[in-house]
């Protein structure tokens, strides 16, 4: 499984992103998909996941009430949209997917794309 982000950029505070993670490879066997986030200085940190198949989602304290998972299965393309920004969301954002095929389970990683929160 390959990963893909992409959606970052600048946005002043209180405004509105939105982030895709686009999959290629072994989709059927993604479980889960989720966002990380890793600011300056800081370990990499939990944002939310959704379960592939259900479309369950889990968020973070932080992330609860302001931010929104979705997918579309179709386009194998998971979404983050982000609204009431503020300072402390600036950070690089990692999309992952949980996948098994047979034997033990594998995390794929994107390579992270800049958001900047920023008046």
């Known amino acids: 499984v390959q990963l893909a982000e992409s959606g970052g950029g600048l946005v002043q505070p209180g405004g509105s992103l939105r982030l895709s993670c686009t999959a290629s490879?072994?989709?059927?066997?993604?479980?889960?998909m989720g966002w990380f986030r890793q600011a300056p200085g800081k370990q990499r940190e939990f944002v939310g996941s959704i379960n592939y198949r259900s479309g369950q989602t889990s968020y973070s304290e932080s992330a609860t009430g302001r931010f929104t998972i979705s997918r579309n299965s179709a386009q194998s393309t998971m979404y983050l949209q982000m609204n009431s920004l503020n300072f402390a969301d600036t950070a690089v954002y990692y999309c992952s997917a949980d996948w098994r095929i047979t034997g033990p389970r594998n995390i794929a990683w994107g390579q992270g794309t800049q958001v900047t929160v920023s008046s």
């Open positions: 490879g072994s989709i059927s066997a993604i479980n889960v």
